[in-house]
T-cell receptor
Framework: QKEVEQDPGPLSVPEGAIVSLNCTYS??????FMWYRQYSRKGPELLMY????GNKEDGRFTAQVDKSSKYISLFIRDSQPSDSATYLC????????????FGSGTKLNVKP | NAGVTQTPKFRVLKTGQSMTLLCAQD?????MYWYRQDPGMGLRLIHY???????AKGEVPDGYNVSRLKKQNFLLGLESAAPSQTSVYFC???????????FGPGTRLLVL
């Protein structure tokens, strides 16, 4: 079983839709949770970062962590064609900084 | 502030040839990483470094060597390239508290 599971998609939505992207994980030691956005033929760029449980909001993006269910989510409100990209979740355990575990990425396509 | 830069952007090698990929960061980060990204496989850690002069193996180190002679630079070497090493290579660096990583733009390597 992989440490981090992520549905590869692709996920296709109309412009303006609310998008929900999710990852599940198996290691209860994970404390740091990240979402990266990767445009085609580019490197991943950090989108959101949260520590432990709870929600974090940044503009149209909301990251949610549910440690009891080992489940993290990224919500995108009012999705735009420019949001079309692959979204990678990543996580790490406190004190084990050589290990960042990545999901395989979900490809999102927002249609105009 | 350029962040993380990688050279070259693209390279074609013949089987058995050698090459070195260069990663540079200007954020004074202690930790640096080399990943490879293949379709459906996500990001896999090749080698990493927690400080100048130190390196360690990641998940898929075979066929690669690294060096961290200067804090800002992390070099990835392929001594004898194989077609299985055709991939996109990403370098990343981590903040002093290593809570998240910042990625370079990637190097596309094709081994014929």
């Amino acid at each position: 079983q992989k440490e981090v599971e992520q549905d590869p998609g692709p996920l296709s939505v109309p412009e303006g839709a609310i998008v929900s992207l999710n990852c599940t994980y198996s290691n209860s030691a994970f404390q740091y949770f990240m979402w990266y956005r990767q445009y085609s033929r580019k490197g991943p760029e950090l989108l959101m970062y949260t520590y432990s449980s709870g929600n974090k909001e940044d503009g149209r993006f909301t990251a949610q962590v549910d440690k009891s269910s080992k489940y993290i989510s990224l919500f995108i409100r009012d999705s735009q064609p420019s949001d079309s990209a692959t979204y990678l979740c990543a996580m790490s355990a406190h004190g084990n900084f050589n290990k960042f575990y990545f999901g395989s990425g979900t490809k999102l396509n927002v249609k105009p | 502030n350029a962040g993380v830069t990688q050279t070259p952007k693209f390279r074609v090698l013949k089987t058995g040839q050698s090459m070195t990929l260069l990663c540079a960061q200007d954020m004074n980060h202690e930790y640096m990483y080399w990943y490879r990204q293949d379709p459906g496989m996500g990001l896999r850690l090749i080698h990493y470094s927690v400080g100048e002069g130190t390196t360690a193996k990641g998940e898929v180190p075979d066929g690669y060597n690294v060096s961290r002679l200067k804090k800002q630079n992390f070099l990835l070497g392929l001594e004898s390239a194989a077609p299985s090493q055709t991939s996109v290579y990403f370098c990343a660096s981590a903040s002093p508290t290593a809570e998240t990583q910042y990625f370079g733009p990637g190097t596309r390597l094709l081994v014929l």
